[in-house]
């Protein structure tokens, strides 16, 4: 399978509900109040691994036949996790690769679910450099985590969540760092309802998917330096690409004061902790209130899993 379809979401619900119940969608009178919308948080950041990726890890183990030796991924953390998690419960060998530096909580995660933690690389894009290496050397199936319709279809299963909860939703707000997020999103609103926008969130500091969005073609970064780790990609991958650049309504950038804003105000209004990529839909809706007014306002935060000493700065 080489594409994304709302038939493939639809499957993968079958097998993401075997190990996992839907996340809440809430609504905060509050934010809405401050907003002037209908402000609906879709809690991701509630799930196992605390993070919405565990849905697709899951959904590709379902699939993976088993006829290497195991998995490798590449990850900043939040898709390692997954893989970790869903390779456990499927009985597979999993080995990550993170670049150096990486958030030492999650790498303490992703070894708690029992992976095999490789550091390689300065960021995300070089880490997944040796992945294919380790993949011809060790036997072992490389899970490209752009590149896999499985991990996309486990993914757009929130989406499914969202629509049948808030039949009447006008607009989705959601983290985009490799993408598979706002493709489930996209997908799922052009099967059930295409009148709902789709709005997506980059850092101003990795701004790959925007600038390969406004141009119409795929454009590489030199880097992708920021505090939101779930955004920090520096390229943007051919499937994920072919859905945003048509599909997609609208992509927010942020600052990095915005981001850490976002985490703030994810704190106060909603009391969950959020990750910068988590937050950063509530922090796109503040610069958005305007054009959002009086709507039915779904923000996807997507992950918690902040470190300390990120959060000890932020609140600070």
Not at 226 to 247: C, E, H, N, Q, Y
């Amino acid at each position: 399978m080489t594409s994304v379809t709302f038939q493939g979401i639809l499957s993968a619900r079958r097998v993401v509900g075997q190990f996992l119940q839907p996340t809440p969608l809430i609504h905060y009178p509050e934010l809405s109040e401050r907003f002037g919308f209908h402000a609906y948080v879709k809690h991701e950041n509630h799930l196992p691994t605390g993070c919405f990726k565990v849905r697709g890890g899951l959904n590709f183990m379902h699939h993976f036949t088993g006829e290497m030796r195991g998995v490798v991924t590449a990850t900043r953390g939040n898709h390692g996790q997954s893989i970790a998690y869903a390779a456990g419960k499927f009985g597979a060998k999993a080995t990550v690769v993170v670049p150096h530096g990486n958030n030492p909580e999650k790498n303490s995660a992703m070894r708690a679910y029992g992976a095999e933690l490789i550091e390689h690389g300065v960021d995300f894009d070089e880490a997944r450099e040796l992945c294919e290496t380790l993949q011809a050397e060790r036997g072992l199936y490389y899970v490209h985590p752009c590149l896999e319709p499985a991990l996309f279809h486990g993914v757009g299963t929130y989406s499914l969540e969202i629509f049948e909860r808030l039949p009447n939703v006008d607009a989705i707000i959601v983290p985009i760092g490799g993408g598979s997020g706002v493709c489930g999103a996209i997908t799922v609103a052009n099967a059930i309802n295409p009148a709902v926008e789709v709005i997506g969130v980059q850092a101003e500091n990795a701004p790959a998917i925007y600038l390969s969005w406004k141009k119409g073609r795929p454009v590489q970064t030199e880097s992708a330096e920021t505090m939101a780790d779930g955004l920090a990609t520096r390229v943007p991958f051919a499937l994920p690409f072919s859905l945003i650049k048509d599909g997609i309504d609208d992509i927010v950038l942020l600052s990095e004061a915005e981001l850490r804003e976002g985490i703030r105000l994810a704190l106060r209004y909603t009391h969950n902790l959020a990750e910068g990529a988590g937050a950063s839909p509530i922090a796109a809706a503040h610069k958005l209130t305007e054009r959002l007014a009086g709507k039915h306002v779904v923000m996807v935060m997507s992950g918690g899993n902040v470190d300390a000493a990120t959060l000890k700065s932020v609140l600070a």
